[in-house]
């Protein structure tokens, strides 16, 4: 919907300054030209309500898990690992005796190179991509997250 906005506004040869999409509904209200402002703005007030669901969804997730899974706050130690993650972690793993050794959990997850030997030959191959898929995208991000340019400095 924010692009739908940007999009419409461009049309008329302006453009809208950049912003989170939390702040946009406020920040470009008044940036957009005169002869759209009143056809945008339900777009306006759809894309603020949507954000105010966002944040009780958020805020119901963070309960959830510090109520009754209150183990998640140990992984969100980490930075980068938040609410979703830790409780998708915690409740697509069930219980960590499920695994002898701390590596079978990527493997579970789908973390680990496919294999695919013939010969001599060895080939470095993509993650296997087996295993629960959200959880992996979830993991993936948070990693992205740490290792690139919004992470703090860390041993990684």
Do not use: W
Not at 87 to 96: D, G, H, Q, S
Not at 116 to 140: F, N, T, Y
Not at 142 to 148: F, R
């Amino acid at each position: 919907m924010i692009n739908t906005v940007r999009a419409l506004v461009k049309t008329m040869g302006a453009r809208l300054s950049s912003c989170s999409s939390v702040a946009f509904a406020k920040k470009v209200e008044m940036e957009i030209p005169s002869e759209l402002r009143e056809t945008l703005q339900p777009l306006l007030r759809l894309i603020a309500a949507l954000n105010d669901e966002i944040e009780s969804y958020d805020q119901k997730i963070e309960q959830l898990a510090s109520e009754k899974y209150g183990h998640t706050k140990l992984l969100q130690q980490v930075t980068g690992g938040g609410p979703i993650t830790s409780l998708a972690y915690v409740l697509t793993l069930e219980t960590p005796l499920r695994f002898v050794r701390s590596r079978d959990v990527g493997s579970y997850l789908g973390l680990v190179p496919k294999q695919e030997d013939s010969g001599d030959s060895q080939p470095q191959l993509a993650i296997s991509k087996a295993g629960d898929q959200m959880l992996r995208k979830l993991l993936v991000g948070s990693a992205h997250y740490i290792l690139g340019p919004f992470g703090p400095d860390t041993d990684l």
